[in-house]
């Protein structure tokens, strides 16, 4: 007789997920696009999407590269998803793939009511994590709503290639382990990002007046940030740029440049916050000391830009 509960558990394919490796997180994002995909498929993205001269779109050209219908979802100032508008755009869309981007490793809060929508629409949610893989492994509050979640290792590890990874309830039950990622603590990597997190944000009110955190009541136990991102209100941004990196601290701009399918006109908050947006270096290998450093930089490079 079978026992109504085991003594153990038993089922190997409960709570599993499907990895597979790629040279990239486009790829594997291509991949999946390519198993779910219809020509019929329209696949909806946020309307903050960059493009570079490097590296070109990584989650927009695999899109473009199978000639692909889209559609893009508003998004304010902030960063955070105009919800009304996705289910809106799900509603009038006859199938669908939603992708959610995990920016710089948070997610948004009304990511489950859109996800709950694309349900109801019968669409398919592809969850964008190449910043959010500590807070997916560690955290545990990315990766659980969409139906596959795509990885890029180099930006969160020292290491290259991307990873698909994909639920049982489209992929059957097989599991490979993420061999890229064996020997590297992710827990104490992510408590050194959440740790430098929190050094900056504590530090940066002495630059209030000019810098401004994107998400200034986000907690830093609620996500784990690729980097720390930062609205520039007075200076020109891409000066500040060129002020900090030749000061030897290595700030970016992610998303400096959207993509031309984004319509300046309907999307204007996007544009705004692209002109605007720098991300301060949280990584691992970063101690409080540079980061003070930094904050002394940023105070200086303030005064500099603006006696010129």
Known sequence: MRPVITKTAEDPTRFRRVSRAYPAARAAFGSYLDQVCTP??????????????????????????????????????????????????????????????????????????????????GAIVIEDSAHALYTDCVLGLAGHLGDASVFSLHKMLPIQGGLLVSTPRLQGCTVTIHSEMEGFNLSAIASARQRNAAFLMERLV?????????????????????????????????????????????????????????????????FWLSRRILNLPVHQDVECPALEQMIDAFADAFSALACR
Request: with cysteine; net charge negative.
């Open 206 to 270: 002495r630059l209030d007046e000019h810098l401004e955190l994107l998400w200034p009541k986000a907690a830093v136990a609620e996500w784990v940030p690729q980097t720390l991102p930062v609205i520039v209100r007075r200076a020109d941004r891409d000066q500040l740029y060129r002020e900090m990196n030749e000061r030897g601290f290595g700030v970016v701009s992610l998303y400096h440049t959207l993509i031309d399918e984004i319509d300046r006109a309907d999307f204007s908050d996007s």
């Open 40 to 121: 019929e498929t329209t696949v909806l993205l946020p309307a903050y999407v960059g493009w570079s001269p490097r590296e070109g779109s990584g989650v927009f050209d695999p899109v473009r590269e199978r000639s692909l219908r889209c559609a893009f979802y508003r998004i304010d100032r902030h960063l955070n998803i105009d919800a009304e508008h996705v289910v809106d755009l799900l509603n009038n869309t006859r199938r669908a793939v939603l992708v959610l981007v995990h920016y710089f490793g948070r997610v948004d809060p009304a990511c489950e009511i859109v996800t709950a929508a694309a349900r109801r629409a």
